[in-house]
């Protein structure tokens, strides 16, 4: 049972275009969402987040939008740069315990940034 | 950047033989965890650490065990590996108290024949 959801194995953009990157969860308990970045054979790097207690956060190029009452959330790039073309992957965070908050990630969607 | 360093970085072996991977980090940062990385799973939590020696079982711990002797160590353990544990393994550390971010490391491709 896939808690974060990105339906979109694959993303295809011009450069200078905007890209729009979904995400969809089922658990209403989630306080924070995240989005990491990933290049080939290399670690996921964060990327952007937002507090369940806000609809938006803004940082440059990037901008994470949350609608809670749909359990939706979307990070846009504006402009797409070649260099953006990576794995995206969106994450939600739940507190769990005092010794441990849980993260669940998505499955990941691929993004070509094409010149 | 959390200076988080993964041995080794690929790693081919057989089935049944023990595996010990390592990740070392340089920023002193309590929470520490092992995540593995498979198409259309994205990123599954195996095992992760809250301190020095306290760690606790994540969502798909079976095969899999970790010790946690000093802050910078972490070690992931498979007692006897089968073709299914064949994945990219991510660690990852977070600095407590402050933010929600993981830091990841490299990671390491084991390949199980």
């Known amino acids: 049972d896939q808690q974060v959801k990105q339906n979109s194995p694959s993303l295809s953009v011009q450069e200078g275009r905007i890209s729009i990157l979904n995400c969809d969860y089922t658990?209403?308990?989630?306080?924070?969402f995240l989005w990491y970045k990933k290049y080939p054979a290399e670690g996921p790097t964060f990327l952007i987040s937002?507090?369940?207690?806000?609809d938006k956060n803004e940082d440059g190029r990037f901008t994470v939008f949350l609608n809670k009452s749909a359990k939706h959330l979307s990070l846009h790039i504006v402009p797409s740069q070649p260099g953006d073309s990576a794995v995206y992957f969106c994450a939600a965070r739940r507190p769990f315990k005092t010794s441990y908050d849980k993260v669940i990630f998505g499955p990941g969607t691929s993004l070509s940034v094409i010149p | 950047d959390a200076g988080i360093t993964q041995s080794p970085r690929h790693k081919v072996t057989e089935t049944g033989t023990p595996v010990t991977l390592r990740c070392h980090q340089t920023e002193n940062h309590r929470y520490m965890y092992w995540y593995r990385q498979d198409p259309g799973h994205g990123l599954r939590l195996i095992h992760y650490s809250y301190g020095v020696k306290d760690t606790d079982k994540g969502e798909v711990s079976d095969g899999y065990s970790v010790s946690r002797s000093k802050t910078e160590d972490f070690l992931l353990t498979l007692e006897s590996a089968t073709s299914s544990q064949t994945s990219v393994y991510f660690c990852?550390?977070?600095?407590?108290?402050?933010?929600?971010?993981?830091?990841f490391g490299p990671g390491t491709r084991l390949t199980v024949l």
């Open positions: 990852a550390t977070r600095l407590a108290a402050r933010g929600v971010e993981q830091f």
């Open positions: 658990n209403s308990m989630f306080d924070y």
């Open positions: 937002i507090s369940s207690i806000k």
